[in-house]
């Protein structure tokens, strides 16, 4: 689905009020933690993808110890943003990020140990194309680790799921776990685990639909208009339906790159 909304600054401030700082998709850091969860990072580098203002990429540094980090989104702003906030941190000779074009990754052959993304593979039609290019991008015995969202089955898209898709207008290219499972598999990768975060989604949904239309919403409307915030409060509105539904799901992945 075409994109017709970017991550502009209104849009960052509702996401960032909602989940935390540096972070545009739910959960924040409890979720970055679990995602990551028994992953040895200490002294590995790291691929961001989609990192967005850079909440993941932060975190992963404070409390993982990796040597280097490396995000990259397609959203110029946020990428800006996001370095803009590493130097400010006092953490920019480890933590960079860099705006990237749709399509292969500008990275050499084997330049990381640990793919990390967070609720940004949603957006890539091509799951298969982007394994091949995460499994290249790993070094031998490298682990890719995210969490995104998906749709719950391989049928056609519902009116209600249609609905939200364009009220949100940010582009999704939802597919359902088998296809994330056949995609790592054609890649390369072994040891694919997946763990179901549906439920999870659907009650944070709820929650946050009860956040913008309640204590967040004097707050938001004077700093964002109006406007534009009863537009979001449709989309969460219809983001509840299929989310209930469990038409649209999320979950986490992890895959192994083979050690030689």
Not at 221 to 242: K, N, P, Q, Y
Request: charged share 25%.
């Amino acid at each position: 689905m075409e994109q017709t909304q970017e991550y502009d600054d209104k849009l960052v401030t509702l996401l960032e009020a909602l989940w935390g700082d540096g972070y545009l998709s739910p959960g924040g850091d409890a979720e970055t933690a679990l995602v990551l969860d028994g992953l040895d990072l200490r002294g590995r580098r790291v691929l961001d993808i989609g990192s967005g203002t850079g909440g993941g990429a932060f975190f992963i540094h404070q409390h993982f110890g990796p040597v280097s980090i490396t995000g990259a989104d397609v959203e110029a702003g946020v990428v800006a943003k996001a370095n803009a906030d590493a130097a400010a941190r006092g953490v920019a000779d480890t933590v960079r990020f860099v705006a990237v074009q749709p399509g292969p990754l500008p990275f050499d052959d084997g330049e990381f140990d640990v793919v990390f993304s967070k609720d940004s593979i949603v957006h890539i039609d091509d799951k298969h194309a982007l394994a091949a290019e995460i499994h290249r991008a790993l070094a031998p015995g490298g682990v890719f680790a995210c969490s995104d969202w998906m749709k719950g089955d391989d049928l056609p898209k519902s009116p209600e799921l249609l609905e939200y898709e364009a009220l949100e207008g940010l582009g999704f290219g939802l597919a359902s776990p088998d296809v994330y499972f056949a995609a790592l598999r054609a890649a390369g990768f072994e040891r694919i685990a997946y763990t179901d975060r549906t439920t999870w989604l659907a009650a944070k949904t709820r929650a946050e639909l009860d956040e913008l239309d309640g204590p967040l919403r004097a707050g938001l409307t004077t700093s964002l208009g109006a406007e534009f915030l009863e537009h979001e409060i449709d989309v969460w509105r219809a983001l509840c339906v299929v989310t209930t539904s469990r038409e649209l799901g999320a979950g986490h992945f992890r895959a192994f790159k083979p050690a030689g």
